[in-house]
């Protein structure tokens, strides 16, 4: 059997994707998936871990949450990957959690801009109360919300924290997730 091919030994074993990609259903929770993440995610391996993200979506499993423990690394292609899992995921009425960053990945994401757009926890029970809360941080904080450029007023529309660019006059706007808007 090929690194590539899915593995599950039994029903209550988890399914191995491989030795660095293993998910764990979650029973109380329903459609919840928990995936430990181990190595990297890079331009090698993400088509097949986006492919995989994507028939476990398609399959109804819509709450997904990523161990990140023993992630050490993960490229632009990578977040690219979790990017498109994530509007996927949202489309469907779901989300995804990420706990146990370590430093090194955690920075990746602030330096692209990720950090804001993403949910992350530090734990699995926090991460598992943003499903059973039924909401996110930012939906109890008004998102989706219009906002107004502070440079040429043209009014936004923005579905959550983040950094955006003005479509009128290109300035590059930061949203904290208060809804606070601060330039760069």
């Given at each position: 059997m090929s690194k590539n091919e899915m593995v599950q030994e039994s029903e209550d074993e988890p399914l191995v994707l491989r030795e660095d990609m293993v998910i764990k259903r979650m029973d109380p929770?329903?459609?919840?998936?928990?995936v430990h993440l181990a190595g990297y995610i890079?331009?090698?391996?993400?088509?097949?871990?986006?492919?995989r993200m994507v028939t476990s979506?398609?399959?109804g499993h819509t709450?997904?949450?990523?161990q990140c423990k023993e992630l050490t690394y993960v490229s632009s292609t990578g977040i690219g990957s979790f990017s498109s899992i994530l509007k996927l995921v949202t489309s469907q009425g779901g989300n995804m959690v990420f706990f146990d960053l370590q430093p090194k990945v955690y920075d990746v994401f602030?330096?692209?801009g990720f950090a804001e757009v993403f949910t992350i926890k530090n734990t699995l029970d926090a991460?598992?109360?943003?499903?059973?809360?039924g909401s996110s941080e930012e939906s109890k904080q008004g998102y989706p919300r219009s906002i107004v450029c502070p440079v040429c007023a043209n009014s936004l529309h923005s579905v959550h924290s983040g950094r955006f660019r003005c479509s009128v006059c290109k300035t590059i706007l930061a949203i904290d997730k208060q809804g606070q808007i601060f330039l760069g």
């Open positions: 929770l329903e459609g919840c998936l928990i890079d331009t090698y391996n993400a088509d097949y871990f986006h492919k979506i398609e399959a709450k997904l949450i990523f602030q330096l692209l991460s598992l109360a943003v499903f059973r809360d």
